[in-house]
């Protein structure tokens, strides 16, 4: 067999391959095997057909066809394996010759991961911000832990912004009451602005028992962009009580016994956070800096391919939150489609890029994945999609992903990796320690993504001391079982960070009705293209 490789362009080539037609006759044993036992010839028993009457009833021509369907496409194989060519498409495939007796010759076109030249990888450096943890930040923090011990007591007056209110709703269209569209004892915080559109204004001067009707767009739903009316009815007002900032809610609110105490804890806290932080910041910056000094061209199949997927995806999620694009467009604040589909564009195509940077790397540093570093970074997405490890890897099976999942895991070593050997320096010069985010081992428990680090250390920094507050003044009985530390916080960050942006704005404007019962829908990954 012989073959030549042609290059049409940095990122796709033309494969030319010659077969011997000896080569064929493991195609020929198939084919032939297949049609015996599907033509029927007087005087043979099925299966048992000679091969030269197989080709007088069927044709020859119709025998060499599928020889070739059968054999091209293991042909096809073999020379992308020993050449080490490295496919990111489907080829384009062209029978250019049959000679019968002689040889078949056929070629194929097929995007292929570019050849890089990459920087100098040993001198990498980095510049993040300074770790500064402001009073404000201080104070905010300790705001919302006064929030949660805040008290709600029912005031006999007109309900006002930061207030919460029991609230009956019915919403009408064309005089008729929606199906789903009533809902009683509904608690609301007026003035969040989080139910829909319209309902802050007409709750604002209520007071109890009082009603108001209004006007607000349906937003899901077969009435989707129909104006509906809305009447709601305030039950009850209560107003919040915050407890007073001194000692003694320090005392109640955490472990320590004063205020100071616990804003000093409160600080360090976000001072962790904010050098996790850093580490998210540098390996951004980093991969930045490779895209800027490494020349990448990307191939555009793969980037329409990709934008067709994310395309029908995104259409997919506004159909079942019962939404349009225009809506959509409104409501997250997006400029039209064209302004849309360039975004998207510009994402596909750097995540493209950044793929193929790390998998460069990954070479010429010859960065392996063993057991461990799948067996890490399984239970790391799976805790990310609130699943087991044993469902997420029984996922990436059925959805034969596991080829692209082994090499997410070696771009992400091979870039917590690098990040170790960069030199990362703050904005004042001084060089930031990221230890908490090395590898703890050789495996990939340190490539872990430096952002779920950081969200841990946030949920950290505001819940601890109430949790360590619990733990100190409740009595002694048996805890009901709960998550590790740090899954909380992860899966918190990850739902709003990965949460569909229809369901999103859907959530947040759609009219109060009862919502149906929906699954969850798997995660795609963005490091598919």
Not at 198 to 219: H, I, K, N, W, Y
Not at 238 to 248: H, N
């Amino acid at each position: 067999m012989k073959s030549t490789i042609e290059n049409l362009g940095p990122t796709r080539v033309r494969l030319a391959i010659e077969v011997p037609w000896g080569d064929l006759d493991h195609a020929f044993g198939v084919v032939y095997k297949e049609l015996g036992q599907q033509v029927r010839v007087p005087g043979f028993r099925p299966g048992k057909v000679p091969n030269r009457i197989l080709d007088q009833r069927i044709g020859r021509p119709v025998v060499l066809e599928q020889v070739v369907q059968h054999a091209v496409p293991e042909i096809y194989g073999e020379v992308v394996r020993e050449n080490q060519v490295r496919v990111l498409s489907q080829p384009d495939v062209e029978v250019t010759r049959i000679d019968d007796g002689d040889t078949l010759a056929f070629t194929a076109e097929v995007d292929v991961a570019p050849v890089l030249e990459l920087p100098e990888l040993d001198s990498l450096a980095v510049t993040v911000d300074d770790v500064e943890v402001t009073d404000d930040e201080v104070d905010s923090q300790v705001d919302v832990m006064r929030e949660r011990f805040a008290v709600l007591t029912g005031v006999d007056r007109a309900a006002a912004d930061g207030d919460f209110v029991s609230i009956d709703l019915e919403a009408k269209l064309d005089g008729e009451v929606l199906e789903d569209g009533t809902t009683s004892g509904m608690s609301y915080e007026v003035g969040t602005g989080t139910l829909m559109e319209g309902l802050d204004e007409a709750v604002r001067g209520l007071s109890a028992d009082e009603s108001a009707t209004f006007s607000t767009a349906l937003l899901s739903g077969e009435n989707a962009g129909r104006e509906a009316e809305v009447t709601v009815t305030v039950r009850s007002v209560k107003a919040k009580d915050l407890p007073e900032l001194d000692d003694d809610f320090a005392s109640t609110a955490s472990e320590f016994d004063t205020l100071a105490e616990l804003r000093d804890d409160v600080r360090a806290r976000l001072g962790r956070v904010k050098v996790m932080q850093q580490g998210s910041q540098a390996r951004d910056k980093l991969v930045e800096h490779l895209l800027e000094v490494t020349e990448v061209p990307v191939p555009e199949n793969l980037v329409e391919r990709e934008l067709q997927w994310r395309t029908q995806a995104m259409e997919r999620e506004l159909q079942q939150a019962g939404m349009d694009w225009d809506s959509y467009f409104e409501m997250s604040g997006v400029d039209g489609r064209e302004a849309y589909d360039a975004d998207m564009r510009g994402n596909v195509e750097n995540a493209v890029r950044t793929q193929f940077v790390l998998d460069a790397i990954a070479d010429a540093r010859e960065v392996t994945v063993d057991n461990d570093d799948l067996s890490a970074q399984i239970m790391a997405q799976a805790q990310r999609n609130r699943m087991s490890p044993e469902q997420y890897a029984q996922q990436l099976q059925q959805g034969n992903g596991i080829a692209d999942f082994v090499a997410d895991v070696r771009r992400t070593k091979a870039l917590a990796q690098l990040l170790e050997q960069t030199t990362i320096t703050d904005a004042s010069g001084n060089e930031v320690d990221l230890e908490a985010l090395r590898p703890r081992t050789e495996g990939a428990e340190g490539s872990a993504d430096a952002d779920a680090a950081a969200d841990d250390a946030g949920d950290d920094a505001e819940e601890k001391p109430a949790k360590k507050a619990a733990a100190k003044k409740a009595p002694a009985k048996k805890a009901p079982a709960k998550k590790a530390a740090g899954a909380e916080a992860s899966d918190d960050a990850d739902s709003d960070a990965e949460e569909k942006p229809a369901k999103k704005a859907a959530a947040k404007k759609a009219p109060a009705k009862k919502a149906p019962a929906k699954k969850a829908a798997p995660k795609a990954s963005d490091d598919e293209a």
